[in-house]
Nanobody
């Protein structure tokens, strides 16, 4: 079992920055692809970013490219999402997830999910 706990969400003005963290416990963290999804009210869950086990390969949704950066620190069992130049449309609950298979994770079928952290971007 892998347990994921997100933190770092909050209220920020448009153009500001936040860094989300997700700490994993349980199974070996370093072997897993990690990712971030988000879900805005009355909208479907949306892929945001993913990172492979070594941190050498990353993927981003077009909507966040150039603004968000995913990274990981395997020694701390933690994945991060640095969010810059935030826009009101980034407002959502952000979830981290984990799966050994990258494609499955990007498709939203990862094995493990956190409880989410709220990000609200005001105009």
């Amino acid at each position: 079992q892998v347990q994921l706990v997100e933190s770092g969400g909050g209220l920020v003005q448009a153009g500001g920055s936040l860094r989300l963290s997700c700490v994993a416990s349980g199974r070996t963290f370093a072997s897993y692809t990690m990712g971030w999804f988000r879900q805005a009210p009355e909208k479907e869950r949306e892929f945001v970013a993913a990172i492979n086990w070594s941190g050498s390969v990353t993927y981003y949704a077009d909507s966040v490219k150039g603004r968000f950066t995913i990274s990981r620190d395997n020694a701390k069992n933690t994945v991060y999402l640095q969010m810059n130049s935030l826009k009101p449309e980034d407002t959502a609950v952000y979830y981290c997830n984990a799966d050994p298979n990258l494609k499955r994770l990007r498709d939203g079928r990862g094995d493990y999910w956190g409880q989410g952290t709220q990000v609200t971007v005001s105009s």
